[in-house]
């Protein structure tokens, strides 16, 4: 069973413009999730997914976006890239919306804005 | 509103010795509990969770973590260390107050260190 698969796996891009990530979960997961990583935050909670709505959002500016298709992938977009949002993207895939499923993560995108 | 502590950003151990790695959470309602590893460049590995079933949680690599509701900790540990278990830990509470939509909130990480 493949899991959850990302790309681009690494990507430099200038600030102001905009990026898009792409994340394809684990067959027949419906819920996704998106997680920044950085040295001096750690891991925080971006937005998760279902059933093509947002469900909820962690604390980010509005320029952090994201959508989910029908068939349960999902994209996230960063417009007006600032220095401060070079970091690892984690997709992280669920069965469903249970909070005591395993989320299972992929090896994440790389993000470095110059 | 929920929160992960996770004692020592560092901890080093001899290969062979006991690892302990410390995780105390903070949540209004009962939690979920995961501890996860990072390899360096990889995305996160679940190694086990704690779902109010059992209070102690067996995971894959011979790593297991007991919930002490009295003490709201879930602290890792594996009898004798690796030199492959050398990595990043994290530790992670999911309280399900938003029906699961409020994802997990992770602990800062314990980079886990193995003297030869």
């Known amino acids: 069973k493949a899991g959850v698969t990302q790309t681009p796996r690494y990507l430099i891009k200038t600030r102001g413009q905009q990026v898009t990530l792409s994340c394809s979960p684990i067959?027949?997961?419906?819920?996704v999730s998106w997680y920044q990583q950085t040295p001096g935050q750690g891991l925080q909670f971006l937005f998760e997914?279902?059933?093509?709505?947002?469900?909820n959002k962690g604390n980010f500016p509005g320029r952090f976006s994201g959508r989910q298709f029908s068939n349960s992938r999902s994209e996230m977009n960063v417009s007006t890239l600032e220095l401060g949002d070079s970091a690892l993207y984690l997709c992280?895939?669920?069965?469903?919306?249970?909070?005591?499923?395993?989320?299972?993560f992929g090896e994440g995108s790389w993000l470095t804005v110059v | 509103a929920q929160s992960v502590t996770q004692l020592g950003s560092h901890v080093s151990v001899s290969e062979g010795a006991l690892v302990l790695l410390r995780c105390n959470y903070s949540?209004?309602?009962?939690?979920?509990l995961f501890w996860y590893v990072q390899y360096p460049n990889q995305g996160l590995q679940l190694l086990l969770k704690?779902?109010?079933?059992?209070?102690l949680v067996k995971g894959i690599n011979g790593f297991e973590a007991e919930f002490k509701k009295s003490e709201t900790s879930f602290h890792l540990t594996k009898p004798s260390a690796h030199m492959s278990d050398a990595a990043e830990y994290f530790c992670?509470?999911?309280?399900?107050?938003?029906?699961?939509?409020?994802?997990?909130?992770f602990g800062k990480g314990t980079h886990l260190i193995i003297q030869p």
């Open positions: 992280a895939s669920s069965l469903d919306t249970f909070s005591g499923n395993t989320i299972y």
């Open positions: 992670a509470v999911s309280s399900g107050s938003g029906g699961g939509a409020d994802g997990l909130t």
């Open positions: 704690y779902t109010s079933a059992a209070t």
């Open positions: 997914y279902f059933s093509e709505t947002q469900r």
């Open positions: 949540s209004s309602v009962p939690p979920y």
């Open positions: 067959s027949g997961h419906r819920s």
